[in-house]
C-alpha cells in the first residue's frame, strides 16, 4: 500500500521526459548550432513528425496544436514540413538509419489520409529508413474506414488512441466526446490492419471523476486488449493553457482523492495482468514496452516511457523538439514563422538548452531513477542533493545502499518525480509551474 504524504507531494514537479526541461529552453540557439548537431548524429536515430491540428479542440489539452477548420493553413504546413524534410535529410551523414518514425500531435488524421501518405513518401524518399518501427498518435472521433489503408501501407505497428475516459458525463466536462462505440470501431480498424501494439491514453483527477469512475474506464480499456495504457494525472494550469479556464476547477479532485485515484488505478492494472512501467505506463507481458522494463533498457523521451534506445531523436514540424547527446533544441513553435524560415531555407531553430557535462550526469541519474528506481549517485551530486533528498529518506521512501546507490522503495512509486527532482538544481529557482507531483 502507498503511503501517503501530503507535505512531499504539495510541490509541483516535471515529467522529465528530458533533463534540462523545457522550462530551461531559450532563445539563444544558432540554426548552425542546431544543423551541426543533425550533421554529426551518427548510428541510429528516431523521427518525431509534428501536425499540429486537431479536428476538435478538447478543454484539458497542453498540446501545441490548432483547429484543422482551413484548408489553406493545413496545405501551407505540409508544404512546409516537407521542406523541412528535404533540408535536414541532406544535413545528416552517410551512415545513419532510421529506426523509428513517430507521428504526433495535435492528431495525425486531422489531415487527409491522402496527405499522411504524401508525408510518408516525402519521409522515405529523403531519410535512410531501415526497416522503422511505425507508431502514430490517434483521435478517434475522426479516424474514418479510409485510414485502414493507409496504416496497412506503410507498416505501422504500433498506434495509440486518446481515449481519457469512458464516462459519458466525464468527456462532456473537459470537451471530449466520444461514445464507447467509436472507441471500439476504431480497435476493430487498427487491429485489421496491423496494431500489433495499441496503447489507451487515460486520465485521473478530471472534474466531478469518482474512484468508481477511473475503474469503469480501466476495465473498459483492459477489455478492449490494449497492449499499453498510459494513466496520466490532469495537470490544470489554466493561467498556461487558456482553453482549461472552460474546465470547472471548483469540481476537480482533492490531492487526497488524485493519490487515491493514482493508488487504486495502479492496484486494478496490476490485477488485470499489466505490467507497471514506470510510474505512469502499463503494458501487457508480451509488448515491447513490458519487456524493455523487466530487461532492465527502458528509456524516458518526450514521448515518455519507451524501448527506443536511439542516442537521437530528430523532431520535424512546428515545436518539435530535438534531443542530441550534447544539445536539446525546439523547433519554432508558431506556425507561420515556422512557415515563413522554411521558405527561406533555414532550419525551423526555436528555444533550446545547450546540455553542459554535469547536465548529463544528472540527467542520467533521474532517468535512472524513473525508469529503474535505482541510480548510482557520484559523491559530489549526492552532497548538493542531500538537504533535498531526506525528506524522503527519513520515511524510508527511498534509501541509500552502499554509500552512493540511491534506491526508490517499492511502496514510494508516487513520489519518483520528486525524488528525481532533487538533483535537478534548476527547480531551485524557477517560477515556472509543473504539474501535480501525483
Not at 219 to 241: C, K, M, Q, S, T
Not at 276 to 296: I, R, S
Not at 309 to 316: F, K, T, W
Request: a neutral charge; glycine letters at 8%; one cysteine or more.
Amino acid at each position: 500500500m502507498w503511503p501517503y504524504h501530503p507535505d512531499l507531494l504539495a510541490t509541483p514537479v516535471p515529467r522529465y521526459t528530458s533533463f534540462p526541461t523545457a522550462a530551461e529552453f531559450a532563445p539563444d540557439i544558432p540554426s548552425a548550432r542546431h544543423a551541426d548537431a543533425i550533421s554529426t548524429a551518427t548510428g541510429d536515430i528516431s523521427l518525431y513528425v509534428h501536425i499540429p491540428f486537431c479536428e476538435k479542440i478538447c478543454w484539458y489539452c497542453g498540446c501545441n496544436t490548432a483547429a484543422a477548420n482551413r484548408a489553406g493553413r493545413l496545405a501551407s504546413y505540409l508544404e512546409a514540413l516537407h521542406r523541412e524534410i528535404q533540408l535536414v535529410a541532406k544535413l545528416l551523414p552517410a551512415g545513419t538509419r532510421v529506426r523509428r518514425v513517430a507521428f504526433g500531435g495535435g492528431s495525425p488524421n486531422a489531415i487527409s489520409p491522402i496527405d499522411f501518405v504524401r508525408l510518408f513518401d516525402e519521409l522515405m524518399l529523403n531519410f535512410p529508413l531501415h526497416d522503422p518501427l511505425i507508431s502514430v498518435e490517434l483521435d478517434p472521433r475522426t479516424l474514418g474506414r479510409e485510414w485502414a489503408s493507409v496504416f496497412g501501407g506503410i507498416g505501422a505497428s504500433h498506434a495509440s488512441l486518446g481515449v481519457q475516459t469512458f464516462a459519458s458525463h466525464l468527456q462532456e466536462a473537459i470537451g471530449r466526446v466520444q461514445p464507447r462505440q467509436m472507441i471500439a470501431d476504431a480497435v476493430e480498424l487498427l487491429r485489421e490492419c496491423g496494431i500489433t501494439s495499441l496503447n489507451f491514453d487515460l486520465m485521473y483527477g478530471l472534474p466531478g471523476q469518482s474512484l468508481a469512475d477511473l475503474a469503469e474506464s480501466l476495465d473498459e480499456a483492459a477489455g478492449f486488449g490494449a497492449n499499453r495504457i498510459a494513466l496520466f494525472g490532469y495537470a490544470h494550469v489554466p493561467h498556461l493553457l487558456p482553453r482549461q479556464r472552460r474546465i470547472d476547477a471548483s469540481a476537480l479532485p482533492g490531492p487526497e482523492l488524485r493519490f487515491a485515484m493514482a493508488r487504486d488505478g495502479h492496484t486494478q492494472l496490476v490485477d488485470a495482468g499489466y505490467t507497471p512501467v514506470g510510474f505512469d505506463h502499463f503494458a501487457l507481458p508480451g509488448d515491447p514496452l513490458a519487456q524493455a522494463m523487466e530487461a532492465g533498457t527502458l528509456r524516458r523521451n518526450f514521448q515518455g516511457f519507451t524501448d527506443d534506445q536511439a542516442p537521437v531523436l530528430i523532431g520535424l514540424g512546428a515545436s518539435a523538439i530535438s534531443s542530441f547527446p550534447s544539445l536539446l533544441v525546439q523547433n519554432e513553435k508558431n506556425a507561420g514563422r515556422y512557415r515563413m524560415m522554411l521558405s527561406q531555407s533555414v532550419i525551423p531553430t526555436g528555444p533550446g538548452k545547450e546540455r553542459s557535462v554535469d547536465d548529463r550526469r544528472r540527467g542520467a541519474i533521474i532517468e535512472e531513477l524513473l525508469c529503474r528506481g535505482r541510480a548510482r549517485v557520484a559523491a559530489d551530486i549526492l552532497e548538493s542533493a542531500l538537504d533535498r533528498l531526506r525528506p524522503f529518506l527519513e520515511p524510508q521512501l527511498a534509501r541509500l545502499e552502499s554509500g552512493n546507490m540511491l534506491v526508490i522503495a517499492h511502496h514510494a512509486l508516487p513520489y519518483a518525480r520528486s525524488i528525481a527532482a532533487a538533483f535537478d538544481p534548476y527547480r531551485q529557482h524557477s517560477p515556472r509551474r509543473f504539474s501535480s507531483a501525483i
